[in-house]
């Protein structure tokens, strides 16, 4: 088992920045990378930021890229997203999520390659 936890969301204005942390628990040795996904009111989840565990080879989404960061601390089991330049349609809910499969690349989007995910945290961005 993994236990995740996102914190750091809240309300900020457009042009601002938000830094998101998501803290594992458990059996975090079997990590081989993590992700960020968010999901707006109506509209389905999809992927922000992926991160390699090991190597710390990172792949973005493009509407996130040059914006947003994602990063990690091995020895604190945490992966972070920082978020500058926000935009409203970034506001939506931030979940971060664990896979097993090492490496980077496009197969990081998919939400089926993860098998745990935290609970949440709330991003809004006002105009």
């Known amino acids: 088992q993994v236990h995740l936890v996102e914190s750091g969301g809240g309300l900020v204005q457009a042009g601002g920045s938000l830094r998101l942390s998501c803290a594992a628990s458990g059996r975090t040795f079997s990590i081989g990378g993590m992700g960020w996904f968010r999901q707006a009111p109506g509209k389905e989840r999809e992927f922000v930021a992926a991160?390699?565990?090991?190597?710390?080879?990172?792949y973005y989404a493009d509407s996130v890229k040059g914006r947003f960061t994602i990063s990690r601390d091995n020895a604190k089991n945490t992966v972070y997203l920082q978020m500058n330049s926000l935009k409203p349609e970034d506001t939506a809910v931030y979940y971060c999520?664990?896979?097993?499969?090492?490496?980077?690349?496009?197969?990081?989007?998919?939400?089926?390659?993860?098998?745990?995910w935290g609970q949440g945290t709330q991003v809004t961005v006002s105009s």
């Open positions: 991160i390699s565990w090991g190597a710390g080879l990172t």
């Open positions: 999520a664990r896979r097993t499969r090492l490496g980077i690349g496009a197969y990081t989007q998919t939400p089926d390659m993860y098998d745990y």
